[in-house]
């Protein structure tokens, strides 16, 4: 190969962006069409750099807009090729409408999303308005708590996504700063063993087969498309949690490191239990243990894979549980919550029917702190203790100013 | 090496192995279908197309159908010139990593759009294409109208143009803008080649595809496209409404080297020439202007006409 491999240490000191970048060197992307936006614009720097240092083969494509580095991505992967790309908030925002043309043509592009708010009024900091608005464009979506998991979850994003069977884009979500700008220990993988994990490209019905003209793209009405949406669902719904579920296994088998749909923490005999994403799983398993501490029994459930929506997987995690506490990073717009609404879907059907809260927290990087945790655990054992929920069912927290609560 | 075609006549053209069927849904009388497949019939190289949405894309790809016998892609309205763009540097990159299928082979990348996905919402997108140089050319597909739509106006649109959205009335005379000179704007960009067309000069279209396609770089091709529905004429008009804006001048043919260099690829014989008048009288979008009150505009028509083509003239003469 005419390009250089880097040699890594077992352990590198990398942020979120870096590893997330270092994962996309790895995988050897064949073209990156992309376009700044804080925070995720180191990730894409990161491969312009590597491929002007030749630790990379491929195009790099500066665009003019991020609707235009997904229209870029998607030109270049029906071509035929590895393709991957990273934004953010208003970015993602303005890819909006790519995004769905992209998993309707069933093209396997990697979108790395350093998740941050969405303006007005603007705003470059973390929360989960961008992941929410992807969801239901039809894309896998990976949810990263650390770099290390913007590292690994990229690798496993390619080998779901390029499956044959499944052929649909993925996201890697990670926090904005909190994860993509904190630089903490990374575990690696060298070169051959990241690349052989991920394998080579195998393009199906790429427009670069000469021989094999293909049109993609079509026109269809209330004849067809109906269908193509239902195959596409249905594939999301039946294929992919498995062939998550062996990437997990199988990258585990290669690095120790346990991955899975639904993260549990101290579930096994929960009472009380927050659900919750990103950097906010750790601090919720580290307030949990405290909270065991003084006799309550606290659990932690990390959602980390938001779409497709592991509906049994979560109902199955909460089993037993009496007070839940779905905690969503993202104004709700006049609704409970995305995460609230998904629980209550799991939960309504199930015999115990517990007691489900809704949290909206964290706004604009607002911190989520160990104390507002300590408070909505005392909540929710407040709630098991009387037998029903005590407080509204849907409250603000750390937002200045008298209490909101709604409903 | 690309390999142009070598077509001496329109009979050789006509029984010409085709990459785009005749087996579509446009109107009879469409313009577009003509200039594809002159684009086309160019070259025997492989082509990677796409098509904005618009006229031709709801009417060549309709599942389980398609009339390309090429690699196509649509995306959306905006954004066909970078779906081609993405697909050129994919091959590039396939191209330095050894994994192309057929190595041996020299594709041309050309995006098809109409005057609306190309001067008013995909503009920026055409524009970056542009600049990044990209080897690919963008066709536009110039009917002066949202035809797909049903007959808005876009910035191709002329002035006293009834469009349905600038519609002529009691107190309008329709469109009140003048037509926005795409080609000058691509120029502006330094790009190898830029040209306008017209199906009719079908000799002098193939050239500049076939000199487009030959140069390394971005190409940007404006194709007048007279359309049957939208211009209110018979459909078996379509190449007489081709020639009365040809030799009216009012789509004057000409190409641009390298962003300055402006040669004129036609130039009727004086007497040749026929007044805007005549190419204005031949279409329903333009009916109100025969009115009293509204005359003043065909003069006005001629002399804008006139000082154009004056200009390009001049363009020429001072080789800058």
């Known amino acids: 190969m005419a390009f250089d491999k880097m040699e890594l240490r077992d352990i590198e000191v990398w942020d979120g962006n870096f590893a997330a970048a270092q994962a996309l060197r790895q995988c050897q992307i064949d073209v990156v069409a992309a376009y700044p936006i804080t925070p995720s614009t180191p990730i894409v720097e990161g491969y312009a750099k590597f491929l002007s240092d030749n630790y990379v083969e491929g195009e790099f494509v500066m665009v003019e807009s991020e609707h235009a580095a997904m229209s870029g991505c998607i030109g270049a992967s029906a071509a035929g090729g590895r393709v991957a790309t990273a934004t953010s908030s208003q970015g993602f925002a303005l890819m909006v409408e790519t995004l769905y043309q992209a998993s309707g043509m069933r093209l396997p592009i990697i979108l790395n999303v350093v998740n941050r708010a969405l303006a007005a009024p603007l705003n470059v900091n973390g929360d989960h308005s961008d992941m929410y608005l992807g969801r239901d464009s039809g894309w896998i979506q990976l949810d990263a708590y650390s770099p290390q998991g913007a590292y690994d979850l990229n690798f496993i994003a390619f080998k779901v996504a390029e499956d044959h069977d499944v052929r649909l884009p993925a996201m890697v979500h990670q926090d904005g700063f909190m994860t993509s700008h904190t630089a903490q220990g990374v575990h690696t993988l060298s070169d051959d063993v990241a690349y052989n994990f991920v394998g080579d490209f195998k393009p199906m019905n790429d427009m670069l087969d000469f021989e094999h003209p293909v049109t993609h793209g079509v026109q269809t009405e209330e004849d067809w498309h109906f269908e193509h949406k239902a195959r596409q669902h249905n594939d999301m719904m039946t294929k992919v949690l498995p062939k998550i579920q062996a990437a997990f296994d199988d990258f585990e088998k290669l690095t120790g490191r346990k991955y899975n749909i639904v993260e549990r923490y101290d579930m096994d005999d929960a009472d009380v239990a927050v659900v919750c994403m990103g950097t906010s799983v750790e601090t919720a398993r580290e307030v949990a243990t405290e909270m065991r501490a003084k006799g309550i029994k606290a659990g932690v459930v990390g959602i980390r894979v938001v779409r497709p929506f592991p509906f049994f997987e979560i109902a199955e995690a909460l089993k037993g549980v009496k007070a839940i506490a779905a905690l969503d990073r993202s104004a709700p717009g006049g609704a409970p919550g995305m995460l609230f609404n998904e629980l209550a879907g799991c939960l309504f059907n199930s015999e115990e029917r517990p007691m489900l809260s809704g949290y909206v927290y964290g706004l604009g990087g607002r911190d989520l702190t160990k104390k507002h945790l300590v408070d909505l655990y005392t909540e929710l054992q407040a709630n098991v203790d009387a037998g029903k929920v005590t407080t509204q069912l849907q409250q603000f927290i750390g937002v200045r100013g008298p209490k909101l609560a709604f409903l | ?320």
């Open chain 2, 1 to 320: 090496m690309s390999e142009m075609k070598k077509i001496k006549n329109l009979k050789e053209f006509s029984t010409s192995a085709d990459r785009f069927e005749g087996a579509n849904l446009l109107c009879p009388g469409c313009a577009h279908s003509i200039i594809v497949r002159e684009v086309l019939n160019a070259t025997n190289d492989d082509l990677i197309l796409s098509a904005s949405t618009g006229c031709l894309e709801v009417c060549t790809a309709v599942y389980p159908y398609t009339s390309w016998d090429a690699s196509w892609i649509h995306i959306g309205f905006e954004n066909g010139s970078t779906a081609v763009a993405g697909a050129e540097a994919m091959y590039k990159a396939l191209k330095t990593k050894k994994r192309l299928k057929q190595p041996d082979r020299n594709p041309k990348f050309v995006s098809f759009a109409g005057d609306g996905a190309s001067y008013d919402i995909g503009f920026q997108w055409i524009s970056g294409c542009m600049e990044r140089g990209h080897n690919m050319m963008h066709v536009v597909l110039d009917n002066e109208v949202y035809a797909n739509t049903g007959g808005q106006r876009s910035s191709s649109t002329p002035i006293g143009s009834s469009a349905t959205t600038s519609p002529a009335g009691r107190v309008s005379y329709g469109e009140k803008k003048n037509k926005k000179d795409m080609v000058a704007i691509m120029a502006s960009h330094g790009i190898p080649y830029s040209a306008q067309v017209a199906p009719n000069k079908w000799k002098d279209m193939v050239k500049k595809i076939q000199h487009g396609m030959e140069v390394d770089g971005p190409v940007f091709i404006n194709a007048v496209s007279p359309c049957t529905t939208e211009w209110k004429f018979d459909p078996k008009d379509t190449m007489l409404l081709t020639d009365l804006s040809t030799d009216s001048l009012v789509f004057p043919l000409y190409e641009i080297i390298d962003g300055h260099e402006l040669n004129i690829t036609y130039r009727p014989k004086e007497k040749d020439i026929v007044p805007v008048e005549e190419y204005l009288a031949a279409q329903g979008r333009f009916k109100h202007l025969f009115k009293d009150q509204y005359k003043y505009l065909i003069k006005e028509w001629q002399e804008r006409v006139d000082a154009n083509w004056a200009y390009l003239n001049r363009r020429e003469e001072a080789r800058v």
